[in-house]
């Protein structure tokens, strides 16, 4: 990437790297593509797809590609020398617009920044993007779209540091009615990984950031699915963002009326079932048992099962103890009986 001073604008060079056809060649051609802010991420993405399906193959750094990914990657070299095209206006603006998305494939963040002259004129380019594939272990959809809200916040906190001038706002959209259900429910406990990523975008941002964009107006969608070189170029909506963005404020997306959680949705937290149990003390002639006694002494339930398990492991000891005994008294008394037919037998030979 490379900063054109005489128009003021971002352009890119690219030269050919010839690397071998493997997937160590392939990994260092696409790191040695410098884009910062990663303007041309939806046709990078497509790259990285293909590193990521030779990983789940488990195919060696250095063995030759196989036939199909061979002929996505060399599709894909040469669809990269087209970029050289591309031309990104350098501008500096009041507000940020951050579009967040998700599929399958990966999950994505496109930030641009809008300015409004004096004059009325409005204008809006492209500033920043990120994308980051999903998880090789299978993640939910809900779940990649919270990430891409939560990779949102953390590209708005970067650019308050970073930026040198005021910014009026900052907005975030995503058509995703879950995830904004998630952000403003506030009565629902939610499982960790779901919970910690709300808390990182409640602290960064409010409810008033939030809005709602269709499936059709958001341009992340691009860098969460990827493009081609062709496409991106042609891709007027990437460059230039929305075209709701260029009219006033009353004239953008209207915001979406969210309805009430569903209370079986997988990601909500069940709340522990509490049991009670109640003893009668007394029996029928109103006298207390030692039973009732012992519930009686005890309010803890874990000190109730230690005093049982003493009580069974005592009783245990006094039925071993009581069959000793009755053994023994059965060898006494045919000692007994044996000692008492000697004695008749001495009589009887006298």
């Not at 594939?133 to 906190?157: G, I």
């Not at 904004?180 to 009565?187: C, D, G, R, V």
């Not at 919970?195 to 990182?200: D, I, S």
Request: glycine residues 2%.
């Amino acid at each position: 990437m490379l900063w054109n001073v005489q128009d003021d604008c971002f352009m890119f060079r690219m030269s050919q790297k010839k690397a071998p056809l493997t997937r160590r060649g392939l990994l260092s051609t696409v790191c040695s593509i410098y884009d910062p802010l990663e303007f041309i991420s939806p046709l990078t993405l497509v790259a990285k797809k293909l590193m990521q399906d030779l990983t789940r193959k488990k195919l060696g750094w250095d063995e030759p590609l196989p036939k199909k990914e061979l002929s996505e990657w060399t599709r894909w070299s040469d669809d990269l020398v087209k970029v050289e095209s591309v031309r990104v206006q350098r501008c500096v603006c009041y507000q940020l617009h951050h579009f967040a998305d998700a599929s399958c494939t990966a999950c994505g963040v496109v930030t641009y920044l809008r300015a409004e002259e004096p004059d009325g004129k409005t204008t809006c380019s492209l500033f920043m993007a990120k994308s980051r594939l999903a998880p090789v272990k299978t993640v939910t959809l809900p779940r990649l779209e919270l990430m891409s809200a939560t990779l949102a916040v953390k590209v708005d906190q970067l650019m308050q540091r970073e930026l040198d001038i005021p910014l009026a706002k900052s907005v975030f959209w995503t058509d995703s009615t879950n995830m904004l259900q998630y952000i403003s429910n506030e009565h629902k406990r939610f499982h960790t990984f779901v919970a910690n990523r709300l808390a990182a975008i409640r602290d960064y941002s409010s409810p008033e950031q939030l809005r709602h964009v269709s499936s059709q107006e958001n341009v992340a969608d691009e860098v969460s699915r990827g493009l081609t070189a062709d496409e991106l170029i042609r891709n007027q909506r990437w460059w230039n963002g929305p075209q709701f963005l260029t009219r006033p404020e009353g004239k953008w997306p209207k915001h979406h009326t969210l309805t009430e959680m569903a209370s079986d949705d997988p990601e909500v937290k069940r709340d522990k079932l509490a049991a009670e149990s109640y003893a009668v003390v007394g029996d029928l002639n109103g006298q207390r048992s030692s039973v009732d006694e012992l519930l009686g002494r005890r309010s803890s339930w874990t000190k109730l099962k230690v005093n049982v398990a003493w009580i069974l492991r005592f009783v245990a000891y006094l039925r071993v103890w009581e069959w000793q005994i009755r053994s023994v008294r059965k060898v006494l008394s045919s000692l007994l009986k044996e000692q008492v037919l000697h004695r008749e037998s001495k009589k009887q030979d006298t």
